[in-house]
Each structure stands twice: as structure tokens, then as C-alpha cells.
């Protein structure tokens, strides 16, 4: 490897692992954000919330890449131009294109390793990191009685404690515990004075200690003479424990998987479904063809007047061919020789099997556009894996050129013109990618139109700033721009 290739990549690869580790770190903190509701509150073991944070932080890593190319590479040609670097090296015969070249091979294998990393890697952290996710998501709050608050988290039982105290908060007072098991109400409530409460070694019960308390149970008697001569049942007691069921909180297996999607899948994978889906898809198709052809079956009209009015067919014995036999039978106005009863009865009839049959062809009809948009979302996701990894290419000679025309180094330009970059980028993608959703476009196609978009402009902007074009001088459009800087300063200086 000669010096120029060392210098460069020594130049690239640090502000590279920084943006690039920054940036999976912010996206991680979008998605934390997203679900914390979630996570907090749940009395989930740190290591489950560890592990989860590590599943979601690799799915960030292909969306990282592309970014963090571009800002590395637009800030290693805008410092090498700030400082005069490119043009030494230009006059030293050294065109930008010999310059990216270590650049180009070095990108080219991250973005051959982000590829693999797509496609292996992270169907497995989004099966793990979704069922993981679910299942905490799922899970009851802790358990967390708060003074002074009624709390209901344990199945059937709402309980309120006045104060907490002690070494660990497990002494109570005033407590008031109402107990529904029955369904049936407030028909039970029970109160003390003080209170101590545990969790048995097996974490199955709640044990509630209670000192000095009475409960009341209000009778559910039948007669209405019970329920006056008795209204409730009352009793007093120095000490009582009431042990609460607490097998809900129970965090089980939080790891256990319940099914794949889309994007749970690899490449291989995800031909097989779409496959799978397709087979599924014209069998269903032929079916609903059969039973459209059986509803449309166009029968003797004969024979129809005949099941409406209550008449024989005209051939209703024959069993040659009625069909036509029916047609030569039939005037030229079925209509005329009907009664103004039977004429309305027979219209009435015709206008509700239209309305059924319509109904039933538009409802095919969304069933058949459904089924194409599930197979699209897989289409869909088999060729993202391949376009991210591309996105790492058009990042690169993007940011490489806009490196060398604007000419400034660190993390002020760079960032703003990146970042800009890269939502121009984002949002073009998102929304052709609807439209292939919506199976508007090709799903294929919806997919890599934005690289067809991106592709000529890099390669323009790359081949303009190795031939110094006027056209991509920062200096020219700042000449360009000149004018409305000195209307401006005129204007500011006229007011004074």
C-alpha cells in the first residue's frame, strides 16, 4: 500500500467508527424513547433490558452506514481541501479519482459487509428483539403499592395503604383492602390499623400481615326479608393474613417466540415465503373465479321467470338441450306478457341479484389487493438488504464530491450538508417506497428507484469536481450569490 492510500484511510477511517458508532447510539435513543411506556414500570431484570437495547442497536447498523460514509468522506475532502491537501495533490499530478480509490475498495467491503450483516445478522436480532419486546410489553407492572394510592395490579384485589415505613417500607397503616374475586362489586372490604407485608420465598404470594382491622361483607340473600334483617356480616380481629396470588407477575420465559415476519427473514428466506404466498395467492384465485363463473352462470331466462312467478319452464321436462330450446321459445320482450305485479316482482329480484353480486366482486376484488400487498412487503424487504448496501456507494461519491467543492473540514459544513443530504435521500425513498406498498410501482422498483435518482447526480457531481468545472467551484456561487449579500448590506446601511 503506497503513503497516499495509508494517509487517506488514516484520514477516513477515525471520523468513520465516530459518526458511525454517534450515530447507531441517536437512533437507538429514537427508538428507546418510542418504548419506554413500555419498559419502565415492569420489574424486568436489567439483563433483559441489556440485551434488548443490543438487539435494536444492531437493526440501526445498516441505517448507520450510509450516514456515517457520507460524513466521513465529505469531511476527509473537505479537510484535505481546507487545508490545501487536494490542490497540492492535483498539482502533484494526482487526480481526485486516484485519491478515492483506497476510499472506493474500502467502502465497496463495507458495504459487502453491511449486505451480510442485513441478511444474516439481523433477521435473527429482529425475531429476538421483537419477542423480546412483546413479552416485556406484555407483562404486568411491578408490584408497587404506593401510599396514599389504589392500587390494582394484583387480579382482583384494590388495595390502599396510608403510610409506609420501616427499614425495607414493608410495614403498613391504614390499610383498606377491597376484595372483588366474587365480581360482584364492593360487596367486601376489609381495614386495620397497621400491617406488614412480604413475598413469600417463592415469589407466588403477597403476604399481608394485618393488626387490628374488621371486615364488612355485604349479604347476598335472595329474599329481600334476609337482606333487611341482615344487610352485612361484620367481624373484628387482632390478626389476620390474607396471602394474594401473584403467578401473574411472573416473567416466565421472556424470550419465548410466538412467530416471523418479513422482516425476520434472509434473502433465501424471503423467496420461499413470497413463493409460498404466490401458490396461496392463484389458488385462491381460482376459486374465486369458480364461484364467480357459478354466480354469473347465465341460465335460461325461462327458467328463471318460471322459479320468480312460480311457473314451469317451457322445457323443464326436456333433457336434451334446454338451453336453447328456452332461448327459441322466448318472445322478444320478456316483459310484455307479465301482469304489472309479476313485471315489479321480476325487477325487484333482477336489482338485488346485481347488488349481491357487486358486493361480492368488490369484496374478491380487496381480497385480491391484499394478497398482492403482502407479497410486495416481502419483495419489498429482499431488496432493501441489497439497496442499503448500495446506498454505501452513492453516500460515498457524494459526500467525496461535495467534499472537495466546499472545502471545509470538521464538524460544522459537513454536518449541515450531510445531514440534509441524507433527509433529501430519506424522504424520496419513504415515499416511492409507499407507492410500491401500495403496489403503485414495481415493488423491485419502488425500491431501487431512488439509487436510479441518486446514482447520475453522485457520478455527475463527482466527475465535475475531478475536471474543476466553474460550475462546481464554491467560490463561483458565492459570486453567484454576491448580489443579494450587497443589496442587503446597501439596504442595512441606507437605513442607518
Given at each position: 500500500?503506497?503513503?497516499?492510500?495509508?494517509?487517506?484511510?488514516?484520514?477516513?477511517?477515525?471520523?468513520?467508527?465516530?459518526v458511525?458508532?454517534?450515530?447507531?447510539?441517536?437512533?437507538?435513543?429514537?427508538?428507546?424513547w418510542?418504548?419506554?411506556?413500555?419498559?419502565?414500570?415492569?420489574?424486568?431484570?436489567?439483563?433483559?433490558?441489556?440485551?434488548?437495547?443490543?438487539?435494536?442497536?444492531a437493526?440501526?447498523?445498516?441505517q448507520?452506514i450510509?450516514?456515517?460514509?457520507?460524513?466521513?468522506?465529505?469531511?476527509?475532502?473537505?479537510?484535505?481541501?481546507?487545508?490545501?491537501?487536494?490542490?497540492a495533490?492535483?498539482?502533484?499530478g494526482?487526480?481526485l479519482?486516484?485519491?478515492?480509490?483506497?476510499?472506493?475498495?474500502?467502502?465497496?467491503?463495507?458495504?459487502?459487509?453491511?449486505?451480510?450483516?442485513?441478511?444474516?445478522?439481523?433477521?435473527?436480532?429482529?425475531?429476538?428483539?421483537?419477542?423480546?419486546?412483546?413479552?416485556i410489553?406484555?407483562?404486568k407492572?411491578?408490584?408497587?403499592?404506593?401510599?396514599?394510592?389504589?392500587?390494582?395490579?394484583?387480579?382482583?384485589?384494590n388495595?390502599?395503604?396510608?403510610?409506609?415505613?420501616?427499614?425495607?417500607?414493608?410495614?403498613?397503616r391504614?390499610?383498606?383492602?377491597?376484595?372483588?374475586?366474587?365480581?360482584?362489586?364492593?360487596?367486601?372490604?376489609?381495614?386495620?390499623?397497621?400491617?406488614?407485608?412480604?413475598?413469600?420465598?417463592?415469589?407466588q404470594?403477597?403476604?399481608?400481615?394485618?393488626?387490628?382491622?374488621?371486615?364488612?361483607?355485604?349479604?347476598?340473600?335472595?329474599?329481600?326479608?334476609?337482606?333487611?334483617?341482615?344487610?352485612f356480616?361484620?367481624s373484628?380481629?387482632?390478626?389476620?393474613i390474607?396471602?394474594?396470588?401473584?403467578?401473574?407477575?411472573?416473567s416466565?420465559?421472556?424470550?419465548?417466540?410466538?412467530?416471523?415476519?418479513?422482516?425476520?427473514?434472509?434473502?433465501?428466506?424471503?423467496?420461499?415465503?413470497?413463493?409460498?404466498?404466490?401458490?396461496?395467492?392463484e389458488k385462491?384465485?381460482?376459486?374465486?373465479?369458480?364461484?364467480?363463473?357459478?354466480?354469473?352462470?347465465?341460465?335460461?331466462?325461462n327458467a328463471?321467470?318460471?322459479?320468480?312467478l312460480?311457473?314451469?319452464?317451457?322445457?323443464?321436462?326436456?333433457?336434451?338441450?334446454?338451453?336453447?330450446?328456452?332461448q327459441?321459445?322466448?318472445?322478444?320482450?320478456?316483459?310484455?306478457?307479465?301482469?304489472?305485479?309479476?313485471?315489479?316482482?321480476?325487477?325487484?329480484?333482477?336489482l338485488?341479484?346485481?347488488?349481491?353480486?357487486?358486493s361480492?366482486?368488490?369484496q374478491?376484488?380487496?381480497?385480491?389487493?391484499?394478497w398482492?400487498?403482502?407479497?410486495?412487503?416481502?419483495?419489498?424487504?429482499?431488496?432493501?438488504?441489497?439497496?442499503?448496501?448500495?446506498l454505501?456507494?452513492?453516500?460515498?461519491?457524494i459526500?467525496?464530491?461535495?467534499?472537495?467543492?466546499?472545502?471545509?473540514?470538521?464538524?460544522?459544513?459537513p454536518?449541515?450538508?450531510?445531514v440534509?443530504?441524507?433527509?433529501?435521500?430519506?424522504?424520496?425513498?419513504?415515499?416511492?417506497?409507499?407507492?410500491?406498498?401500495?403496489?403503485?410501482?414495481?415493488?423491485?422498483?419502488?425500491?431501487?428507484?431512488?439509487s436510479?435518482?441518486?446514482t447520475?447526480?453522485?457520478?455527475?457531481?463527482?466527475?465535475?469536481s475531478?475536471?474543476?468545472?466553474?460550475?462546481?467551484?464554491?467560490?463561483?456561487?458565492?459570486?453567484?450569490?454576491s448580489?443579494?449579500?450587497?443589496?442587503?448590506?446597501k439596504?442595512?446601511?441606507s437605513?442607518?
Amino acid at each position: 500500500m503506497k503513503i497516499i492510500d495509508r494517509y487517506i484511510l488514516k484520514l477516513y477511517l477515525r471520523p468513520f467508527i465516530i459518526v458511525f458508532v454517534v450515530m447507531v447510539l441517536f437512533l437507538l435513543m429514537q427508538w428507546v424513547w418510542k418504548y419506554i411506556d413500555d419498559l419502565v414500570g415492569k420489574g424486568v431484570e436489567w439483563y433483559y433490558i441489556a440485551e434488548l437495547l443490543v438487539y435494536f442497536a444492531a437493526q440501526m447498523v445498516p441505517q448507520a452506514i450510509p450516514l456515517s460514509v457520507l460524513l466521513a468522506s465529505l469531511m476527509v475532502f473537505g479537510d484535505m481541501g481546507e487545508h490545501m491537501e487536494l490542490a497540492a495533490m492535483k498539482s502533484a499530478g494526482i487526480s481526485l479519482f486516484r485519491m478515492m480509490r483506497p476510499l472506493f475498495f474500502t467502502v465497496l467491503l463495507t458495504a459487502g459487509v453491511s449486505f451480510l450483516f442485513n441478511n444474516y445478522v439481523i433477521p435473527v436480532t429482529n425475531l429476538k428483539g421483537e419477542t423480546l419486546l412483546r413479552n416485556i410489553a406484555s407483562k404486568k407492572p411491578a408490584l408497587n403499592i404506593k401510599p396514599g394510592v389504589f392500587y390494582g395490579g394484583i387480579e382482583g384485589f384494590n388495595i390502599k395503604v396510608g403510610e409506609k415505613y420501616g427499614e425495607d417500607k414493608n410495614k403498613l397503616r391504614n390499610i383498606l383492602i377491597y376484595d372483588h374475586t366474587d365480581r360482584l362489586g364492593n360487596i367486601k372490604v376489609t381495614t386495620a390499623r397497621e400491617g406488614e407485608m412480604r413475598v413469600t420465598p417463592d415469589k407466588q404470594y403477597l403476604e399481608i400481615t394485618l393488626y387490628n382491622g374488621s371486615t364488612y361483607e355485604e349479604i347476598q340473600a335472595r329474599k329481600r326479608s334476609d337482606i333487611e334483617r341482615r344487610p352485612f356480616a361484620r367481624s373484628t380481629f387482632e390478626k389476620s393474613i390474607m396471602r394474594l396470588d401473584l403467578s401473574s407477575f411472573e416473567s416466565g420465559d421472556l424470550r419465548k417466540q410466538s412467530g416471523k415476519d418479513f422482516t425476520m427473514l434472509n434473502v433465501a428466506q424471503l423467496d420461499v415465503a413470497a413463493d409460498s404466498i404466490k401458490t396461496v395467492f392463484e389458488k385462491r384465485i381460482s376459486e374465486l373465479n369458480a364461484m364467480m363463473i357459478e354466480r354469473f352462470e347465465l341460465h335460461n331466462e325461462n327458467a328463471v321467470l318460471g322459479t320468480q312467478l312460480g311457473v314451469n319452464s317451457a322445457s323443464g321436462n326436456s333433457e336434451t338441450d334446454t338451453t336453447q330450446k328456452a332461448q327459441d321459445s322466448i318472445s322478444a320482450d320478456m316483459l310484455a306478457g307479465l301482469t304489472p305485479e309479476q313485471r315489479s316482482l321480476v325487477l325487484e329480484n333482477a336489482l338485488r341479484l346485481a347488488r349481491s353480486h357487486k358486493s361480492y366482486y368488490d369484496q374478491a376484488k380487496l381480497e385480491f389487493y391484499w394478497w398482492r400487498k403482502v407479497i410486495a412487503r416481502y419483495y419489498i424487504e429482499k431488496h432493501k438488504k441489497f439497496a442499503l448496501s448500495y446506498l454505501a456507494l452513492i453516500m460515498f461519491f457524494i459526500g467525496a464530491a461535495l467534499g472537495a467543492i466546499i472545502r471545509k473540514g470538521g464538524l460544522g459544513m459537513p454536518v449541515v450538508v450531510s445531514v440534509l443530504t441524507f433527509i433529501i435521500y430519506h424522504v424520496t425513498s419513504f415515499t416511492i417506497e409507499k407507492l410500491g406498498r401500495e403496489i403503485v410501482l414495481q415493488p423491485w422498483f419502488s425500491i431501487w428507484l431512488p439509487s436510479m435518482i441518486f446514482t447520475p447526480i453522485a457520478l455527475f457531481l463527482v466527475y465535475k469536481s475531478a475536471t474543476d468545472s466553474a460550475l462546481m467551484q464554491w467560490e463561483a456561487w458565492q459570486r453567484l450569490l454576491s448580489p443579494f449579500k450587497i443589496f442587503t448590506f446597501k439596504k442595512a446601511k441606507s437605513a442607518q
